[in-house]
């Protein structure tokens, strides 16, 4: 499905009101859109280049594209001159995706500190930064943490990670995992890789059977939220009566981040899309990494 333009913001040439239509698509969490948009409009921008700049790199990461974005801001960086404020937010957003493209410099946490981020910490970016470490380390120093990590009120998919984490250091241990409340007993050693899931399988076929190669860029971002969304449940698996209606939730949750809609989806997967609410707040929660 080819994404059509509207012309009324094609030709505006004005600042502001180009500003607060991106600035909406963005709070509509319309993020590919939005980029889109930024990447015809650039030129027509000067004195609000920076504010528009700040919205297009944060579409950017919304929209799974961090390794442009990290390349634009390191561009932006090295200008000879950038207004304090906007500097401040560049450096912000490069802190935010260095680690991923491994740009740091050597970052070494104490194995105390990589303690306490486990037991304590909820900054997203210092908590992966911590699992980053760890995973250069003798992990089977740090189980205890682990085990509290495990049971705090976060993100669900940062758990994920350790467990990959504890499975490739070959962890043969007993963990309880809370998520969503529940608690559940599981061993990174016999547990299933996201990935490698039956569940993953067939939703990724039932995916690629309904977008197939007519959008290779739509298929891309809706196996990325079925990673996410599978990561927020897990390890819970999908019923077998639930992948039709698992599958059209997270179509039309990446066609919106397109800014788009197909009323005929539901019909498509032949499904009652009536209680679709709980799947898409859950993808909006689990893709908000």
Same mark, same amino acid.
């Given at each position: 499905?080819?994404?059509?333009?509207?012309?009324?913001?094609?030709?505006?040439?004005?600042e502001n009101i180009l500003l607060d239509e991106f600035q909406k698509m963005y709070n509509e969490q319309k993020y590919v859109q939005c980029v889109l948009y930024i990447e015809k409009k650039?030129?027509?921008?000067?004195?609000?280049?920076?504010?528009?700049? %700040?919205?297009?790199?944060?579409?950017? &990461?919304?929209?799974?594209? !961090?390794? $442009?974005?990290?390349? =634009?801001? +390191?561009?932006? @960086?090295?200008?000879?001159?950038?207004?304090?404020?906007?500097?401040?937010?560049?450096?912000?957003?490069?802190?935010?995706?260095?680690?991923?493209?491994?740009?740091?410099?050597?970052?070494?946490?104490?194995?105390?500190?990589?303690?306490?981020?486990?037991?304590?910490?909820?900054?997203?970016?210092?908590?992966?930064?911590?699992?980053?470490?760890?995973?250069?380390?003798? %992990?089977?120093?740090?189980?205890?943490? &682990?085990?509290?990590?495990? !049971?705090? $009120?976060?993100?669900? =998919?940062? +758990?994920?990670? @350790?467990?990959?984490?504890?499975?490739?250091?070959?962890?043969?241990?007993?963990?309880?995992?809370?998520?969503?409340?529940?608690?559940?007993?599981?061993?990174?050693?016999?547990?299933?890789?996201?990935?490698?899931?039956?569940?993953?399988?067939?939703?990724?076929?039932?995916?690629?059977?309904?977008?197939?190669?007519?959008?290779?860029?739509?298929?891309?971002?809706?196996?990325?939220?079925?990673?996410?969304?599978?990561?927020?449940?897990?390890?819970?698996?999908?019923?077998?009566?639930?992948?039709?209606?698992?599958a059209y939730c997270i179509h039309l949750y990446s066609l919106k981040m397109y800014g788009d809609e197909d009323e005929k989806l539901s019909l498509i997967y032949n499904i009652d899309n009536?209680?679709?609410?709980?799947?898409?707040?859950?993808?909006?929660?689990?893709?908000?990494?």
């Amino acid at each position: 499905m080819e994404f059509v333009f509207d012309d009324k913001i094609l030709n505006c040439q004005d600042e502001n009101i180009l500003l607060d239509e991106f600035q909406k698509m963005y709070n509509e969490q319309k993020y590919v859109q939005c980029v889109l948009y930024i990447e015809k409009k650039l030129s027509a921008f000067s004195s609000k280049f920076y504010d528009v700049m %700040i919205i297009y790199l944060y579409s950017l &990461i919304k929209a799974k594209n !961090k390794e $442009k974005a990290l390349k =634009i801001v +390191k561009e932006e @960086l090295s200008m000879p001159y950038i207004p304090a404020l906007y500097e401040d937010r560049f450096k912000e957003i490069y802190a935010e995706l260095a680690y991923k493209e491994k740009e740091t410099k050597e970052f070494v946490l104490s194995r105390d500190k990589i303690r306490e981020i486990l037991e304590t910490n909820t900054d997203k970016n210092i908590i992966i930064l911590a699992i980053v470490e760890m995973c250069k380390l003798n %992990i089977r120093d740090f189980l205890d943490s &682990i085990q509290i990590f495990f !049971k705090r $009120k976060i993100r669900n =998919i940062f +758990k994920v990670m @350790l467990i990959d984490a504890l499975r490739s250091q070959g962890v043969n241990k007993e963990f309880e995992l809370v998520n969503a409340g529940k608690k559940i007993y599981i061993n990174p050693v016999t547990s299933e890789n996201v990935l490698e899931s039956e569940d993953y399988a067939i939703l990724k076929k039932i995916l690629e059977d309904n977008i197939g190669k007519q959008n290779p860029n739509l298929m891309n971002l809706a196996s990325e939220n079925l990673m996410l969304y599978l990561s927020e449940i897990y390890p819970r698996k999908v019923k077998e009566k639930e992948y039709g209606f698992i599958a059209y939730c997270i179509h039309l949750y990446s066609l919106k981040m397109y800014g788009d809609e197909d009323e005929k989806l539901s019909l498509i997967y032949n499904i009652d899309n009536h209680n679709q609410e709980e799947i898409l707040n859950l993808l909006q929660t689990a893709c908000s990494i």
